[in-house]
């Protein structure tokens, strides 16, 4: 059984908007940990895209998608969720969630995000 499973990925013109969630099998993952969401590019390293403290108070995001995503989560859904919008081609990729830092046991398939110019 997969501990975490991402979804909401799919094909967007530039300028669209998508919404990925995350979810987890345990509470145990999510509830206690900073969680973020990571992207990887065929050929590159993952990166971490953005983040978010336990109790939702502080978020962080990589310099190339401030102002156009938003990270969330719900606690009670164990759950995160990543809001992407004005999307452009550079951010075609396989989406992950996970720790901060990552557990390589909570490594999903990720969700494939494709942005057509």
């Known amino acids: 059984q997969r501990q975490v499973v991402e979804s909401g990925g799919g094909l967007v013109q530039a300028g669209g908007s998508l919404r990925l969630s995350c979810t987890g099998s345990?509470?145990?993952?999510?509830?206690?940990?900073?969680m973020a969401w990571y992207r990887r590019t065929p050929g590159n390293e993952r990166e971490l895209v953005a983040a978010?403290?336990?109790?939702?108070?502080?978020?962080n995001y990589a310099d190339s998608v401030k102002g156009r995503f938003t990270i969330s989560r719900d606690n009670a859904r164990n759950t995160v969720y990543l809001q992407m919008n004005s999307l452009e081609p550079e951010d075609t990729a396989l989406y992950y969630c996970?720790?901060?830092?990552?557990?390589?046991?909570?490594w999903g398939q990720g969700t494939q995000v494709t942005v057509s110019s």
């Open positions: 978010i403290t336990r109790m939702s108070d502080s978020t």
């Open positions: 996970n720790t901060v830092p990552p557990n390589r046991t909570y």
């Open positions: 345990r509470r145990i993952i999510f509830t206690p940990n900073t």
